[in-house]
């Protein structure tokens, strides 16, 4: 009904030629959704498509100028992608860092989401506020912040950790340790702090809005038959929210997979390639001097295969919560 | 009989300030690197550097934002002028993407044709796709369009890729507003721009403020396009490709350079202050609904 009253409402009025032809075509749906699809058409699906060309081709600098006719490679790019160590050590650094933040960050923001739904309103709108702020600090400030506070020359941590005592792992030793420079795991400590200062806040917000969505009967029930905490969150909580913690699940792997923009700063790019990630390692092939978008192409689409799978994961969960509807 | 109650009282007082202690470290440990960005932007560089760190200024001064404001700590201009950029692009890219989604929000909520779901999905996956994939066609692309170095190529790129989302989360909405509105008023004799500006709109303009912070966000935090567009077009960088210059350039000039970051942060943070209940409710809409 409400479709008619658009498609009649839209062309009845206007009996033009250009406007029978919307109307007897039924095309109304697709001009409004035209401008959108050629958006995205145009700034994520062609270039996808012209990555994955470029995956098989030499296509450099001296092809841009149109020095050198471009060529194609086969599966030239791929193999040289999967003969280079560098490859494979910011891959595994990329999975480790996943597999640990992930975790870390759902149960943190978890504990944070059922925390502001026990404390009365002022305090939970005082907790809540924090977090925001947090949430809210771009990428880039927030990095540069904890660069700053890691800092060995006048940096917070480092001050701290050696006025610690002993039994606390404070030792003089800490005093200016240089986090960012010295490997990937001093690096990935302090990238480990920021992602979950930076994340932690939309889990904590969404689980709150889950768990107000849970009748209180049950939890009243629950009580009375002297449940404990852990065992109403098992039974009941993580039952109920599953959907929402699958949801959470596939968005924080895709993020923390994604880290660009905090490992470029904390890891000073391109200064330390023992700290690259995935996609530093795909940034500094693709634009570092000799720039190779051929090999670019190539690490993107495998980066982009590895993310599908996540994604088809995000997709089916979001369709079994009858998102299409 | 009393002892009983009287325990339970003492553990029921027990749970709440153990709760409410908790709930104070919380905030706290969120709030601490703010609150030391903000100190340091107004501490002189002998308390910076001081051996014993104070959470406040002992001294404060202005002295770092002047030396922001006045373009000689960066170098490479005022901190107004990257403010400009950031709020330009940023402004083009609400406008340009809440105009689009609105109308493609309408056309999956309200009409059911044939490549529905397949747009559904689409916008699904494509919201999906990493920023690091793209950038390289894109840089390509824009490059022989010549819309590298400047603020337009930009607001292109954010405006599209703030679409997907926009459109999920304005579609919930429009879904929300009850059809018998557009009906009554289509039986009434109004037209479909009537029915769009007069019915709808004002019913969903709740949802328009949810989405114009989303894209609000993609625009003001962006990094990786406009690192790699702007290149040494100083004078176009928006403010995040300024604090990052400003920070690779060296010299531990930490006053200045976290008076800059405070001067880009806390705009944007008073901002989600004002609008925190729409921020809330619509980020959580996208998330729980799907």
């Excluded at chain 1, 480790?96 to 739904?117: E, M, Y």
């Excluded at chain 1, 980066?303 to 997709?315: A, K, M, N």
């Excluded at chain 2, 309200?110 to 894109?138: D, E």
Aim: aromatic fraction near 14%; avoid cysteine.
């Amino acid at each position: 009904m409400a479709e008619f009253v658009w498609r009649r409402g839209i062309t009845e009025r206007n009996s033009s030629a250009m406007a029978t032809f919307i109307r007897r075509h039924k095309l109304a749906p697709y001009l409004m959704l035209a401008p959108a699809l050629a958006g995205i058409a145009a700034v994520l699906l062609w270039p996808l498509i012209q990555v994955a060309v470029y995956s098989f081709q030499n296509y450099g600098l001296p092809q841009i100028t149109g020095a050198e006719p471009t060529q194609w490679v086969g599966l030239g790019n791929f193999t040289a992608t999967f003969t280079d160590s560098e490859f494979w050590l910011s891959l595994r650094l990329t999975v480790l860092f996943a597999a640990v933040v992930v975790p870390l960050t759902l149960i943190a923001g978890t504990l944070v989401g059922l925390l502001l739904n026990q404390l009365g309103k002022k305090m939970a709108a005082f907790v809540s506020t924090a977090a925001l702020l947090a949430w809210a600090t771009p990428p880039v400030s927030a990095s540069v912040l904890f660069y700053w506070l890691f800092n060995p020359d006048g940096g917070l941590v480092d001050w701290t950790l050696s006025k610690l005592p002993h039994w606390l792992v404070g030792s003089t030793a800490w005093a200016g340790f240089n986090w960012t420079t010295s490997g990937a795991l001093p690096a990935y400590t302090v990238l480990t702090f920021l992602v979950i200062w930076q994340s932690f806040p939309f889990i904590a917000v969404t689980v709150l809005a889950g768990l107000k969505t849970v009748p209180a009967e049950l939890y009243e029930a629950a009580r009375v038959d002297g449940a404990t905490p852990s065992r109403v969150f098992r039974k009941i909580t993580y039952p109920l929210l599953k959907p929402i913690f699958l949801v959470l699940l596939l968005l924080s792997v895709i993020w923390d997979f994604n880290v660009f923009t905090q490992t470029y700063i904390l890891t000073g790019f391109p200064g330390n390639r023992d700290e690259f990630n995935l996609s530093l390692y795909i940034y500094d092939k693709a634009f570092q001097f000799p720039p190779s978008y051929g090999l670019g192409g190539a690490l993107a689409l495998i980066f982009t295969l590895i993310l599908l799978v996540v994604t088809v994961g995000y997709v089916r969960a979001s369709v079994r919560q009858g998102a299409l509807t | 009989m009393s002892n009983s109650s009287g325990r339970a009282v003492t553990v029921k007082r027990f749970k709440s300030v153990s709760l409410n202690g908790t709930g104070v470290l919380v905030a706290l440990v969120t709030l601490f690197p703010i609150a030391w960005m903000v100190s340091t932007a107004f501490k002189p560089s002998q308390e910076i550097f001081s051996l014993t760190p104070h959470l406040t200024p002992t001294h404060p001064t202005l002295a770092n934002f002047s030396q922001v404001i006045s373009g000689q700590a960066s170098g490479i201009g005022s901190v107004w002028l990257f403010f400009r950029n950031s709020i330009a692009v940023t402004l083009a890219t609400v406008l340009l993407a809440s105009l689009v989604s609105l109308l493609a929000s309408v056309a999956v909520a309200r009409f059911r044709f044939r490549f529905r779901a397949s747009v559904l999905v689409l916008l699904l996956i494509v919201q999906m796709i990493p920023g690091q994939a793209l950038i390289i066609a894109l840089f390509l692309d824009f490059n022989r369009l010549g819309l590298l170095q400047n603020l337009l190529g930009l607001i292109i790129v954010y405006a599209a890729q703030a679409l997907p989302v926009s459109i999920w989360m304005l579609r919930n909405f429009v879904a929300t507003v009850p059809k018998e509105l557009e009906e009554a008023a289509a039986i009434d004799g109004a037209s479909a721009p009537t029915i769009f500006w007069r019915i709808l709109f004002p019913l969903v303009a709740p949802g328009l403020v949810a989405t114009s912070i989303f894209a609000f966000i993609t625009a003001y935090n962006e990094f990786i396009v406009a690192l790699t567009f702007l290149g040494q077009a100083h004078t176009a960088y928006t403010l995040p490709i300024y604090v990052t210059y400003f920070f690779g350039r060296g010299g531990a000039q930490w006053g200045p350079i976290m008076a800059a970051s405070t001067m880009y942060t806390v705009p944007v943070m008073i901002f989600f202050l004002i609008v925190r209940r729409r921020l809330v409710g619509g980020l959580v809409a996208g998330a729980v609904k799907g």
